[in-house]
Structures are given as structure tokens and as C-alpha cells.
Antibody, heavy 121, light 108 residues
């Protein structure tokens, strides 16, 4: 059974760096083809894909946010970490991590419950 | 970036009705599209992947079709538990992998 859970601060100040951790079980991020991604959703708005890391440490970022994002993995801990620099109130959103079952044309079949991050001074 | 135009933005239908949602991609994405269901306060749930493949455990009243730029999602007989917002997402070769704006489905 695949499960994922996001953790991190619920409140960050503008200009600060956000660090979110996705802890997962039921699969290994050393298995060929597997990936873990991050997606966010501002309150009342649509979903936005942010980043994806593959089993081989290949990484993909949303071009519009690439300069602010870093995604890393710790296979031994079954964790994926997303950092986002220079946070702004418009970055207020629920942040989800999700499992991707394949490398080519990845999609997300299992999602965490999400964590709401508010950016405010 | 590939833009996904989803319509309608909301709809109201009766229990037992057939419900159809469309998603149009700004360029050819072959069949690399999926459909999610999101209930309030919950994470999205994958219903359909690769345009027409039903995810394991998803009721057969949900279906998807299409290829290229035009896609359709159908609920053959709307049930009260289907009240949710539905999103399409494309995952063609290059990122960003973009979502539609969502369709909120309500019971009339």
C-alpha cells in the first residue's frame, strides 16, 4: 500500500525559504521508473505542478519557478524534500507530494493529504 | 507551455444523469491525459490515465476518451458521492505538466 505524507511549516514569512518533506512508504525511490513530484493548490484555485524527482536522481522543474525550487531525495529515509526560496504571499497554497509510476510521460497515481502553507508577515 | 482548457467550469445535474466534461489541449498531446476527482479538503484522486484507462478500483460509471487535442470525461449515471471538482492534466513529453481549471459538479 503506497502512502505519502507532507510535513513542514504551516506559516512562513515573505522572503523566507520553505522546506517541505514528503515521507512515503509502500515503494522505493530506487526502483527504476519511479518518481515523486510536488504539486500545489492555492485556496479555491486549480492545481499547479512544481517539480519531480526520478529514481535515478534526474529532476524536472516548472520553468516558471525553476530558479526558486530544489528537489532532493533520501532513498534510505524514503523522503523527498522540496525547498522554495523567496516565499511570497501568492505562494500560499496546499502543497501535495505524489507518486509517479513511470518515467516517460509521468502521472500521479497516489497523493499525500497535503499541507497548507500560509505566507504572511 | 501546453494550455488545458476545461469546460464547463461548473455544472448541475440530477442523480442518474449522464455528465460530460471536456478538456482541450493547446497542442497535440497524443493520449497523455488523465482525470482526477477532488472532494473538498481532500487530495486529488486519479480516476483515468492515458485518456481512457480506468484506474484500479474506480467505478465503471467513469470513463474517458479522446486523443490529440480533444478529450472527454463522462460519468454515465451521476451519484451523490460524485459531487466534487474534476481536473484534467496533460503529461506530454516536456514539463510543465499542466492542469485544467477544474469543473465543479453539483447535484440539482
Amino acid at each position: 500500500q503506497i502512502t505519502l505524507k507532507e510535513s513542514g511549516p504551516t506559516l512562513v514569512k515573505p522572503t523566507q525559504t520553505l522546506t517541505l518533506t514528503c515521507t512515503f512508504s509502500g515503494f522505493s525511490l530506487s526502483t527504476s521508473g519511479v518518481g515523486v513530484g510536488w504539486i500545489r493548490q492555492p485556496p479555491g484555485k486549480a492545481l499547479e505542478w512544481l517539480a519531480l524527482i526520478y529514481w535515478d536522481d534526474d529532476k524536472r522543474y516548472s520553468p516558471s519557478l525553476k530558479s526558486r525550487l530544489t528537489i532532493t531525495k533520501d532513498t534510505s529515509k524514503n523522503q523527498v524534500v522540496l525547498t522554495m526560496t523567496n516565499m511570497d504571499p501568492v505562494d500560499t497554497a496546499t502543497y501535495y507530494c505524489a507518486h509517479s509510476p513511470r518515467a516517460a510521460r509521468p502521472y500521479f497515481d497516489y497523493w499525500g493529504q497535503g499541507t497548507l502553507v500560509t505566507v504572511s508577515s | 507551455d501546453i494550455q488545458m482548457t476545461q469546460s464547463p467550469s461548473s455544472l448541475s445535474a440530477s442523480v442518474g444523469d449522464r455528465v460530460t466534461i471536456t478538456c482541450q489541449a493547446s497542442q497535440d498531446i497524443s493520449n497523455y491525459l488523465n482525470w482526477y476527482q477532488q472532494k473538498p479538503g481532500k487530495a486529488p484522486k486519479l480516476l483515468i490515465y492515458d485518456a481512457s484507462n480506468l484506474e484500479t478500483g474506480v467505478p465503471s460509471r467513469f470513463s474517458g476518451s479522446g486523443s490529440g487535442t480533444d478529450f472527454t470525461f463522462t460519468i454515465s449515471s451521476l451519484q451523490p458521492e460524485d459531487i466534487a471538482t474534476y481536473y484534467c492534466q496533460q503529461y506530454d513529453n516536456l514539463p510543465p505538466w499542466t492542469f485544467g481549471q477544474g469543473t465543479k459538479v453539483e447535484i440539482k
